[in-house]
């Protein structure tokens, strides 16, 4: 059963940077379109970021110029670079297939103060 780790979350001021990782337990990085959903308290899941096996990357309107996906094939890893931070991206950061077909992970906690 594959399974997702998220991990590099914190509590950092707004302006501020963060480095999500994703690691995945089979090779499915390498051969499926990646995303990166989050979260927020009463709101719904969102798709914030998402790179093809093609590495073309889409982005949200709300994170466009300011996060960077990126994936590494042969450690089955895919990050999130995210910079200017707002107290509006905090959330729990989830990682998973397009579409979502693998179990949800438990996610990475983004707290971004004012």
């Known amino acids: 059963q594959v399974q997702l780790v998220e991990s590099g979350g914190g509590l950092v001021q707004a302006g501020g940077s963060l480095r999500l990782s994703c690691a995945a337990s089979?090779?499915?990085?390498?051969?499926?379109?990646m995303g990166w959903y989050r979260q927020a308290p009463g709101k719904r899941r969102e798709l914030v970021a998402s790179i093809t096996s093609r590495f073309i990357t889409t982005y949200a309107d709300s994170v466009k110029g300011r996060f960077t996906i990126s994936r590494d094939n042969a450690k089955n890893t895919v990050y999130l670079q995210m910079n200017s931070l707002k107290p509006e991206d905090t959330a729990v950061y989830y990682c998973n297939t397009i579409p979502s077909w693998v179990s949800w992970g438990q996610g990475t906690q983004v707290t971004v103060s004012s």
């Open positions: 089979g090779s499915i990085v390498s051969i499926n379109a």
